[in-house]
């Protein structure tokens, strides 16, 4: 995968809004680009983030990595190292990708029209989030996230459960999950679809033949999956196309799923990797 510096592409550490800062990479493309905001796994803006986000300047999009755990005061190192856990708060999510949003539409090399987010992992959740309380964002964008365990229910930090949020939802929809998930189970993709089509939400969910969770993040090798990796990028910028062009009719509910698993899946023997 690209590295923070790329050929052409101007990333930078920025702040917006309150003060929330952000990885931003800006494409060589002149004129007004598209713009993606790309949320991070539960390490924080580590490598991996900003070259995802590198990734999104060089395929001609204004690519913004938030860093969602600005409030944290602990120990970033034992976060880097997944050691602990940051919970957030939807309503200070909402307050700082709201900032987020109007910061890029800002921007002279943004077009304002056109703004996607995709969550990873851990913020999955809150890429939906925004997409159920936006209503000016062109699509919205998972990669194995906001469908296993607890987001189906409630606590202080989630007072909606993601079926709620869906039914929310103004933009269509990709969800990316993978058979060798050991957090999301196929059972778990599912039912987010099955939410999805309840609320008639257009969406596009894939599922990929033993990948499992994180097998985006080349960093790890252990969960790395080139091939899933690759393909998975492919649908995402292909979806980002479609959905920043004319190929997605707002006037209509579209559904795509597809699927690649064995008939002896059993989940209670999928792993977590690292």
């Not at 992992?121 to 209503?135: D, I, M, S």
């Not at 103004?170 to 957090?183: K, Q, R, T, Y």
């Not at 679809?193 to 993040?217: I, T």
């Not at 690759?230 to 190929?247: A, I, N, Q, V």
Request: proline residues 4%; aromatic residues 10%; hydrophobic residues 40%.
């Amino acid at each position: 995968m690209a590295r923070e510096t790329s050929p052409g592409i101007r990333s930078s550490t920025v702040q917006f809004g309150s003060g929330v800062p952000a990885f931003r990479a800006l494409p060589r493309a002149k004129g007004r680009r598209p713009a993606v905001i790309l949320l991070h796994e539960r390490y924080g803006v580590v490598q991996h983030t900003k070259d995802l986000t590198v990734k999104l300047a060089q395929a001609g999009y204004v690519g913004l990595a938030p860093d969602l755990f600005h409030r944290f005061a602990g120990d970033r190192r034992a976060l880097v190292r997944g050691d602990v856990r940051v919970e957030m708060r939807d309503s200070e999510v909402l307050q700082d990708l709201g900032e987020a949003v109007e910061y890029l539409k800002g921007l002279h090399v943004v077009d304002p029209s056109r703004v996607a987010v995709v969550g990873i992992c851990q913020t999955g959740r809150q890429a939906v989030l925004l997409g159920a309380y936006r209503k000016d964002l062109s699509s919205c964008v998972v990669f194995f996230g906001a469908a296993g365990g607890k987001e189906w229910t409630t606590d202080e930090f989630r007072p909606e459960p993601i079926e709620d949020l869906m039914g929310k939802l103004s933009c269509p929809v990709l969800g990316v999950f993978g058979e060798a998930d050991h957090i999301i189970s196929i059972d778990d993709v599912l039912r987010f679809r099955g939410c999805l089509e309840r609320h008639k939400k257009s969406y596009h969910v894939r599922l990929y033949r033993d990948a499992p969770h994180g097998w985006l993040n080349d960093t790890m090798p252990g969960r790395y999956r080139k091939e899933q990796a690759r393909e998975s990028w492919k649908l995402f910028l292909s979806f980002l196309k479609k959905t920043f062009g004319s190929g997605w009719d707002r006037d209509r509910v579209a559904w795509t799923f597809e699927s690649d698993f064995s008939p002896e899946y059993d989940f209670k023997k999928n792993v977590r990797l690292e």
